[in-house]
């Protein structure tokens, strides 16, 4: 799916960053990206549930504890996974280089890996890049992390909000990677996001939580979960508020601008799935819970048939209303209601025979699917994208 460049500069006060080539990648691309706070910061994260995990989220798990950072280097083109005790070795390797470069801790520094499972880390490749990748570090330089952290992403990801605080405006903003292997499974990609806002260690964490929730976890690109999934956030109050808490009047405000940062990280991504034309969104109304809800969208935006039907500008709300039905929700036929963007295909579950009007909708990039499963009042979205020819041949051959 083309995409127009995004120019925009977005500057997060007292954060550096750098992204430059190390050759890790044969293309020749971009590979090694640097994240930097003047001082340290307050860090949440959350990581894969897969039971593989590569060595720097193994490394970062442990880490991630004690609620501080201050830099995190990502390298893109090897994930550093399956590689055994040598794998660990190398994240510890690099941690160790670069904080004593940067002349902090090792303790507030993460490690990050992407791309192709199994393949040693080369590690003298980085360690010979990080003085340039220290020296090119800049505040105005958060675009070209975000493009050194790409695998098959076609476009560079980054997003922000600002808010106010007792009448000082204060920025969140992130960059994320992914195009394939995304799945609601947290995390399902890499992102790592950054705030100006002072705000306290359990509410971060629990803001990093409810805004993955609600947006990477709602998020399929391909139904596949990788070992190297990462959310990451860092607060290093350079605001010069009072550091929020879960009870602060701000707090809700805060939560709500950091899930729109991740919701459209989260966009982005589906609108950039692998061989993707459109971006799809779908909308479950009338579940019976949120979990059911939840059921019912994934159901629907992981189905193959579902995808594939989009791609050919096929209104086939059959797939739509059978995968709902197979999700295991609770779900009352006669009152179900299918729309695809704002026709109504399916009212008190039979077809209207709407479908050439909604065939001509199709042709569009961005494709609504809203059911009504008339079972309750909870609702939910879940993030996908079209299947076609070219997903299989960016994946027949990604690591030949």
Not at 17 to 39: P, Q
Not at 78 to 100: S, V
Not at 131 to 150: H, Y
Not at 209 to 221: D, E, G, I, M
Request: proline content about 3%; overall charge positive; hydrophobic content about 40%.
């Amino acid at each position: 799916m083309k995409r127009t460049p995004n120019n925009k500069k977005i500057v997060v006060p007292g954060f550096k960053f750098s992204g430059i080539k190390s050759g890790i990648k044969k293309s020749g691309e971009m590979d090694l990206a640097l994240i930097f706070s003047e001082t340290p910061a307050v860090t949440a994260g959350v990581f894969t549930t897969n039971r593989i995990k590569a060595a720097p989220v193994k490394l970062a798990i442990k880490k991630i504890a004690s609620n501080k950072g201050q830099s995190i280097i990502i390298n893109s083109g090897n994930a550093n996974a399956c590689t055994g005790k040598q794998g660990d070795k190398d994240a510890k390797k690099i941690n160790t280089e670069l904080a004593r470069k940067l002349g902090i801790s090792e303790e507030l520094v993460y490690v990050s890996s992407t791309g192709i499972i199994g393949r040693p880390l080369p590690v003298n490749k980085i360690e010979k890049a990080l003085p340039e990748l220290i020296k090119n570090l800049s505040p105005a330089s958060m675009d070209k992390a975000a493009a050194a952290i790409m695998t098959t992403d076609t476009f560079p990801k980054f997003a922000s909000r600002k808010i106010k605080i007792n009448g000082k405006t204060g920025t969140i903003a992130g960059i994320a990677k992914g195009a394939g292997m995304i799945r609601p499974d947290m995390a399902t990609m890499l992102c790592f996001l950054f705030t100006d806002i002072a705000i306290n260690a359990k509410a971060l964490d629990s803001a990093l939580r409810k805004a993955v929730n609600k947006s990477l976890n709602r998020l399929t690109v391909d139904n596949e979960t990788s070992t190297n999934d990462t959310a990451m956030i860092m607060s290093n109050g350079n605001l010069g508020n009072t550091p929020l808490t879960k009870r602060s009047s701000y707090y809700k405000k805060f939560e709500g601008a950091l899930s729109g940062v991740t919701y459209e990280l989260s966009r982005m991504i589906a609108e950039d799935g692998e061989g993707a034309t459109k971006i799809i969104e779908v909308v479950v109304n009338g579940a019976r819970s949120e979990s059911d809800a939840e059921k019912a969208a994934s159901a629907i935006a992981n189905s193959m048939l579902v995808k594939t039907a989009v791609y050919g500008n096929d209104p086939n709300w059959g797939r739509v209303i059978s995968a709902a039905g197979a999700s295991g929700a609770k779900l009352i036929e006669n009152k179900i209601d299918i729309f695809f963007n704002k026709v109504k295909l399916v009212s008190k579950g039979i077809g209207t025979g709407r479908e050439k009007t909604a065939s001509t909708l199709l042709a569009g990039r961005e494709i609504t699917i809203t059911i009504n499963l008339g079972a309750g009042k909870q609702s939910t979205k879940v993030l996908t994208c079209d299947l076609t020819e070219k997903y299989i041949e960016i994946n027949a051959h990604y690591t030949t």
